[in-house]
Nanobody, 118 residues
């Protein structure tokens, strides 16, 4: 069983930056692909970024060049550095852990709110 706890959300002006953190416990963290998803009001949850167990990364087109996902296996942490934020980035951001190095998320955090004002 993997437990995930996000932190770092908040209110920021457009063009600003935030860094989200996700602390994992349980399981063998280094073997899990980790993801960040987001869900805006009235919209479906969407994948923002994924980092494989080996450290390969992929991003949604809407955040490429602005967001960076990273992980620290020793600390069991995954991060999402968000730069050049836009109002359309406003959403609840969720950390997800895949089963092994798979895709998607089997385990979820509780989410952290990110609000970008114009």
């Amino acid at each position: 069983q993997v437990q995930l706890v996000e932190s770092g959300g908040g209110l920021v002006q457009a063009g600003g930056s935030l860094r989200l953190s996700c602390a994992a416990s349980g399981g063998i963290f280094s073997l899990n692909a980790m993801t960040w998803y987001r869900q805006a009001p009235g919209k479906q949850r969407e994948l923002v970024a994924r980092i494989s167990s080996e450290g390969s990364t992929s991003y949604a087109d809407s955040v490429k060049g602005r967001f960076t996902i990273s992980r620290d296996n020793a600390k069991k942490m995954v991060y999402l550095q968000m730069n050049s934020l836009k109002p359309e980035d406003t959403a609840v951001y969720y950390c997800g852990a895949a089963k092994g190095n798979g895709f998607g998320a089997f385990y979820w955090g509780q989410g952290t709110q990110v609000t970008v004002s114009s």
